[in-house]
């Protein structure tokens, strides 16, 4: 369980967070969205230990990372954006010197190695320096690295921005896995669709504050909308169509060949039987708001 | 992976690394080599088969070291001569002639002589007439641990001289004859000393010095059959102490990589930047790339990491100046040996251990610095600063005010000269490691003790360290 409390972490610039305060459970994915220069990077490194905060803590399965570093690492694991090694080492070199630091013995290094590489899907690459390493395999390489303490709880930042198609099925896979052994996994993503496809929470930050945090049972409720739409195959049939269906709401046009109506009034049986004289009449059904929607409604508010 | 070990090889790991330290090691051995090839020209240009006589002047330390040298077996005679003010004290070796000069009234004017051979004589007399000549000759090894009991008389108007034997326990070892010389006169007196070694020959380098002191003025000259030779050949020595306020860079140049193994100069001038470069690998460039960072994250703590990189550096710079200095003192012993070799042998661990202590003072300032800032460019412009503050001006600046203290006898006293020197060592750490250095050579004198080099040494590096560690802890990566 990952406790972020009051984390305030301002910058010169005047950039950064204020009282950021959530938590993420066991067993739980919680998504941590925002615009870019929203604070979710400073969120994470703050939580991390990388960056040092001006007020409160960060408390990892009841470890604070302030007062208890080493231990509260050894609960995390972190995958950043853009990871950096040394580029001349080798990968499995990396992965040794990180074990030698933490007092790993070196048998017992090398059989971690063998084993999450091969988890995170590096076996045969860890002979390669690490300046050949691609974007996506140095983020399973932080990710192994990460892994060596087999930690309760996770944060990825980012970590989906530059994989391909392949790696990115692999970082939710594995989020997705975690969440089933009962880690808490913060996933920080400007990407929403894979936010609203993994997260269980999504937590909104906007300008160093958190300004909501819903469960995504809530963002599918606020994103219900009174808008009906239905489509036909033909434009010309949508615009037919209007005159019918003018008494269902208070605003009824034809956008981009769909039939909205605005203010709908309820009587989907009513519109079925309007619409079944039409031949091309194809579907018809509420109109939803993605994750995005509601992330821009929020972050709308919070101006 | 040992942690330390891999940090250590991480530095060589790629090619421009390696092509620096190849570099590094290349002006090492030019810079070597191009001493011995100074001293061998110098030597070798000599018409009389290398008769010469040449001395170079220390202003750091305020030594005079000559050189006579000549093919073996060669007879060389030389003389210097030297004025004395009250309460000054020589020291010297060789044949020569001291001539005194006591002002008036009581004093009593101990002179030391060193004696390289067991056997000599010296004498010294006053042509003033008063008091007594008194000779003391030596030449066998039962009389080596006699000395003189003479009662002195103290009566008024007369000048009298005594010898002393005072030092050397067996055959062969260095022997030391005090002068005592006693001024009862109203008018001021002197004194002739004469030291005659017998069956000197020079063979290789003979070694004088003699200690600066305030007025003290210092010609030596070679003397007898190949006077002439010698002095046309080589460089003959005329130093006015005053003139020398400001250090001469390069008698300096000339006395660091020849009296010190070329050692002090390297380390003064061209660790550093193995340190600097270590430190910008190890903490400056890690920082900007981020590679900190992940490892920051690490359930390790910040002293751990900043410690492992600190030790790394100084393994870097310590096994890099053992093989600078063993390659740079291998190339003077080879090309020097020919004609003796001046260096001594015991200086090498000295000098290993200076250069490694002033290298880690230096490794904690600038890790330091690398930890309070984040741009490599801001850490390159820092360091300078540091290098050229306590590498060049410092040190400069302890010759200046030194030279005014010694010339504070004179008119016109400086302001400067009331500076307390030894703060000054302590303000600079080069200062203090060649204080360690100069303290291992049995024939300088240190401006201050071994113990307070070696504690201020360790506090210039324990100091900046716990402060860096301190801001590391605290730092935002």
């Known amino acids: 369980m990952i406790e972020i409390v009051e984390l305030t972490k301002v910058y010169r610039t005047g950039g950064g967070i204020r009282d950021v305060t959530f938590e993420v459970k066991n067993g739980e994915i919680v998504g941590f969205v925002g615009v870019n220069g929203a604070g979710k990077t400073t969120t994470i490194e703050t939580a991390v230990g990388v960056k040092i905060p001006q007020k409160g803590d960060v408390r990892v399965d009841g470890k604070s990372i302030l007062k208890e570093k080493v231990e509260a690492s050894k609960l995390t694991g972190w995958v950043p954006e853009t990871p950096t090694f040394d580029p001349d080492m080798r990968a499995e070199d990396y992965f040794l010197y990180v074990c030698g630091l933490r007092g790993i013995p070196g048998h017992e290094a090398k059989e971690l190695a063998k084993k999450l590489f091969e988890e995170v899907g590096l076996s045969g690459h860890e002979r390669k320096r690490i300046r050949q390493y691609s974007q996506g395999m140095r983020k399973r390489l932080a990710l192994a690295i990460s892994m060596i303490s087999n930690p309760s709880n996770f944060m990825f930042d980012e970590v989906l921005n530059g994989l391909d198609p392949e790696g990115i099925r692999f970082f939710r896979e594995f989020a997705l896995r975690m969440r089933k052994e009962n880690v808490a996994v913060l996933f920080s993503s400007h990407i929403l669709s894979e936010v609203q496809n993994l997260a269980d929470r999504v937590v909104f930050i906007h300008k160093g504050r958190v300004v909501k945090v819903a469960t995504m049972t809530e963002i599918e409720s606020m994103s219900k909308t009174k808008t009906f739409r239905v489509r036909f195959t033909t434009p010309e049939s949508a615009q037919r169509s209007l005159e019918l269906l003018r008494g269902f709401g208070k605003d009824v046009k034809v956008e981009k060949g769909v039939v909205v109506i605005e203010e709908f009034n309820g009587d989907i049986e009513g519109i079925a039987r309007a619409v079944k004289s039409f031949p091309d009449f194809l579907e018809m059904g509420w109109a939803t708001k993605t994750l995005e929607d509601v992330f821009f409604e929020t972050i709308g508010e919070a101006r | ?477």
Do not use: C
């Open chain 2, 1 to 477: 992976m040992n942690p330390l070990l891999y940090d250590f090889l991480r530095q060589f790991r790629s090619w421009y690394n390696l092509l620096a330290l190849a570099l590094f090691i290349l002006v090492l051995l030019g810079m070597g080599g191009l001493a011995s090839l100074a001293v061998k020209t110098t030597i070798s240009n000599s018409p009389l088969t290398g008769a010469g006589v040449f001395a170079v002047y220390n202003a750091t330390t305020h030594k005079l070291f000559g050189y006579v040298f000549g093919a073996d077996g060669e007879l060389l005679e030389y003389r210097g001569t030297i004025s004395l003010s009250n309460g000054s004290t020589v020291a010297v070796s060789g044949k020569g002639t001291l001539n005194l000069t006591l002002p008036p009234d009581v004093n009593t004017y101990p002179v030391a002589i060193d004696l390289n051979t067991s056997s000599g004589k010296v004498t010294a007399a006053s042509p003033q007439g008063f008091g007594e000549e008194t000779e003391y000759f030596f030449s066998t090894p039962s009389l080596i641990n006699g000395g003189s009991d003479d009662q002195i008389q103290l009566g008024s108007q007369f000048v009298y001289t005594a010898i002393v034997l005072s030092q050397g326990l067996h055959y062969g070892q260095p022997q030391k004859a005090i002068v005592m010389a006693i001024n009862s006169n109203a008018e001021p007196a002197t004194v002739a000393v004469n030291v005659q070694k017998l069956n000197v020959t020079v063979s290789g380098f003979k070694v004088f010095e003699v200690e600066a002191q305030p007025s003290l003025r210092f010609v030596i000259y070679p003397v007898g059959q190949n006077a002439i030779n010698a002095t046309s050949s080589a460089y003959p020595v005329h130093l006015m102490y005053l003139a020398d306020l400001v250090p001469n860079l390069i008698v300096v140049l000339v006395y660091s990589l020849v009296i010190l193994s070329g050692g002090f100069l390297i380390v003064n001038g061209l660790y550093p930047l193995v340190t600097f470069y270590s430190t910008l690998n190890s903490i400056v460039r890690q920082t900007e790339s981020g590679v900190l960072k992940f490892l920051i994250a690490q359930p390790i703590t910040r002293t751990q990491i900043l410690l492992v990189r600190y030790l790394s550096t100084a393994l870097t710079v310590a096994v890099v100046a053992i093989i600078a200095d063993s390659v740079s003192y291998a190339i003077l012993y080879f090309t020097l040996s020919p004609f003796g070799f001046p260096i001594p042998r015991e200086l090498l661990f000295a000098l290993f251990a200076s250069t490694i202590l002033i290298q880690l003072s230096y490794i904690s300032l600038l890790y330091l610095i690398a930890t309070l800032i984040n741009r490599g460019w801001q850490f390159s412009l820092i360091s300078i600063t540091t290098y050229a503050i306590f590498f060049l001006v410092l040190p400069t600046a302890l010759n200046v005010i030194q030279n005014l203290q010694q010339a504070s006898l004179t008119p016109g006293l400086s302001p400067l000269s009331n500076l307390p020197l030894e703060a000054l060592y302590y303000l600079d750490f080069p200062s203090l490691g060649e204080q360690i250095l100069v303290n291992s050579v049995s024939f300088l004198e240190a401006d201050i003790g071994l113990p307070e080099a070696v504690a201020g040494s360790l506090v210039w590096l324990v100091i900046p360290l716990a402060l860096a560690i301190i801001r590391f802890r605290r730092k935002d990566f």
